[in-house]
């Protein structure tokens, strides 16, 4: 079983940047997908990006194209999500999670961390 750690998390003000990490103990299979999803108080997990672990694919949530980009460190197996120009809206808890297809909904990933907070103050 891989383990997924994230870091990076915090309060940054409107219009501010983070980057996330998100650490992986064991192999991650070149047919993984790595993702990023968050959770709002009150709200449904919702997806935000994901990345193929083999060829660098990556896919954006709407809500967040143009403003957050993923990317990955695969000797050191770890995924980022670097988050700019960001809004009070993007304040939630940041879970990275590993699956196995190029999916945007949570129920195909088996793999999820603990969670980041990101409160995004105005």
């Known amino acids: 079983q891989v383990e997924l750690v994230e870091s990076g998390g915090g309060s940054v003000q409107d219009g501010g940047s983070l980057r996330l990490s998100c650490k992986a103990s064991g192999r991650i299979y070149s047919s993984s997908v790595m993702a990023w999803f968050r959770q709002a108080p009150g709200k449904e997990r919702e997806f935000v990006s994901l990345?193929?672990?083999?060829?660098?694919?990556?896919l954006y949530a709407e809500s967040v194209k143009g403003r957050f980009a993923i990317s990955k460190d695969n000797p050191n197996n770890v995924v980022y999500l670097q988050m700019n120009k960001l809004k009070p809206e993007d304040t939630a808890v940041y879970f990275c999670?590993?699956?196995?297809?190029?999916?945007?909904?949570?129920?195909?990933?088996?793999?999820w961390g603990q969670g980041t907070q990101v409160t995004v103050v105005s």
């Open positions: 999670a590993r699956g196995s297809q190029y999916s945007n909904n949570q129920r195909e990933y088996y793999n």
């Open positions: 990345i193929r672990w083999h060829s660098s694919s990556t």
